[in-house]
């Protein structure tokens, strides 16, 4: 018997777990902020405007423990995305270039 697909309208689903994650804005952002390659995390510091250092090293954490950025294995290295980070980059991009041409249209 195979298993019930995915219904995110269900609360149990393990895919609104994943919507949880990936929805957060700071997530978005250090995402996008990793799609040209491995980044220091001052760069993603610097780069993404208004995140706090505790917000940065929470969000990086929360997205190493999901299996979606690799964490530099000596201090000062580089935060990369994984495969499974990656495969994630067509939808983030879109979904930015949209939030980015409607900005202004949203109330």
Known sequence: ??????????????ARAALDLIADTWSVVVLVGLA???????FLLERAGGISKKMLTQTLRRLADAGLVARPRVRGGEYALTGLG???????TALTAWAEEHADDLV
């Open 86 to 92: 990656e495969s994630l980059l067509g939808p983030l």
């Open 1 to 14: 018997m195979t298993a019930p697909a995915p219904d995110v309208f269900l609360a149990d689903c393990p």
């Open 36 to 42: 040209h390659g491995p980044r220091r995390y001052t």
